[in-house]
Every structure is written in structure tokens, then in C-alpha cells.
T-cell receptor, first 111, second 115 residues
Framework: EDKVVQSPLSLVVHEGDTVTLNCSYEVTNFRSLLWYKQEKKAPTFLFMLTSSGIEKKSGRLSSILDKKELFSILNITATQTGDSAIYLC???????????FGTGTRLTIIP | SAVISQKPSRDICQRGTSLTIQCQVDSQVTMMFWYRQQPGQSLTLIATANQGSEATYESGFVIDKFPISRPNLTFSTLTVSNMSPEDSSIYLC????????????FGPGTRLTVL
């Protein structure tokens, strides 16, 4: 059965800290890995990774994929209170495009 | 990306009734999906909405409980039938646009509470 595991489940840090969120996966026909930020209802797309070792970056957020070790990390530097959210990792398989989600990491930034 | 709207944004319903949720996209998309997020849980795929044919349901979800329509490339509906309190969830549609394959974008979601 396909599986996506995120760690930690929750994380509380002070504003300005740097955080690293982890996502490991087991799928039979990997196509891509996606990161989302969920603050209220709708997940907001952050990154999509398909190639190993290539970092995607957007402002203070960055992510990288390791297809050999089957994991990805999401880094957030100089955290702000607006970064408080649940961060979801999802893996897409070739052939059906459906996403399998991890349980998410709840990140709380203390001012 | 694509601009996605969902209606209603929230509803409170009585058990035994049905609710139809609409998802509208501002451009034609290849794939449309319906997800459920139960309280404190992650997202679970209900089904893939196929244009012009029956939806493809995931294990644990059936057409009688969650009928889906997709009459064209920009619109889909999900009905939650014969509701019970266990159906209280956020229901989300997502799309994979032609212009950005492999990327899925989510609608704003419908928060359903069943009493």
C-alpha cells in the first residue's frame, strides 16, 4: 500500500528560527512530490518536485527531493508568525495522477 | 494555476438529507478530483471526476453515497447522500490544469457539519 509519512507531527518554534520538515514515501510508480500549506480549508500549492537533487526555492521556503532515499525536506528560514499552518506532503503516481497525502506537520511560530 | 470556486463554502445539514457541492474552474482542465478531510485528519481522495463518463472511486467510497457529475471540462459536482454525523468534513475539489501538468490546485473547500 502506498504510504507517505511526515515528521514531526507538530513543531513549535520562535519567530526567526529555521525549520526543516520531513516527508518520506513508498509508492509503486512515483511521478512527483508536492508540498502544500494549509491554513484554513484549502491547501495552497508550494512546490512540485520530480527530479532528485534539484532544489526548488521561493523566498524563505525551499525544498529538495532525494529519489534514492525516498524522502523530501521543506526548509523555512527566518520564520514569521504567518508561516504558522499545517504543511502537507503528497505523492503523485504515474498513470492516474491521484495524490496520496501524509498526515501533515502542524507548525506554530511564537512571536 | 487555475481559479477554482466551490459552493457552498459551508453548510449545516440534518442527518438523512443530501447536499450537492459545486466546483467551477476558470479554464479547461484535464483532471478533477474530490477529496475529504475529516476533523484532525489529512486529505483522502474520494474519486476522480471523469468528463463524459462515470467517476472513478477509491476504495471505501461508492457511487450511491457520493454521486459525482462532470458535464464539461470546467465543472463538477459532488453529492453527499443520506448524510450522517460521520460525514462532517471539509470537502475539496482539486484540478490539474493542462498548462501545468503534475501540479494540482485546490478549491477553497466546503465545510460540512451534519447534526
Amino acid at each position: 500500500e502506498d504510504k507517505v509519512v511526515q515528521s514531526p507531527l507538530s513543531l513549535v518554534v520562535h519567530e526567526g528560527d529555521t525549520v526543516t520538515l520531513n516527508c518520506s514515501y513508498e509508492v509503486t510508480n512515483f511521478r512527483s512530490l508536492l508540498w502544500y500549506k494549509q491554513e484554513k480549508k484549502a491547501p495552497t500549492f508550494l512546490f512540485m518536485l520530480t527530479s532528485s537533487g534539484i532544489e526548488k526555492k521561493s523566498g524563505r521556503l525551499s525544498s529538495i527531493l532525494d529519489k534514492k532515499e525516498l524522502f523530501s525536506i521543506l526548509n523555512i528560514t527566518a520564520t514569521q508568525t504567518g508561516d504558522s499552518a499545517i504543511y502537507l506532503c503528497a505523492v503523485s503516481e504515474g498513470g492516474n495522477e491521484k495524490l496520496t497525502f501524509g498526515t501533515g506537520t502542524r507548525l506554530t511560530i511564537i512571536p | 494555476s487555475a481559479v477554482i470556486s466551490q459552493k457552498p463554502s459551508r453548510d449545516i445539514c440534518q442527518r438523512g438529507t443530501s447536499l450537492t457541492i459545486q466546483c467551477q474552474v476558470d479554464s479547461q482542465v484535464t483532471m478533477m478530483f474530490w477529496y475529504r478531510q475529516q476533523p484532525g485528519q489529512s486529505l483522502t481522495l474520494i474519486a476522480t471526476a471523469n468528463q463524459g463518463s462515470e467517476a472513478t472511486y477509491e476504495s471505501g467510497f461508492v457511487i450511491d453515497k457520493f454521486p459525482i457529475s462532470r458535464p464539461n471540462l470546467t465543472f463538477s459536482t459532488l453529492t453527499v447522500s443520506n448524510m450522517s454525523p460521520e460525514d462532517s468534513s471539509i470537502y475539496l475539489c482539486s484540478v490539474e490544469p493542462w498548462t501545468v501538468p503534475n501540479e494540482q490546485f485546490f478549491g477553497p473547500g466546503t465545510r460540512l457539519t451534519v447534526l
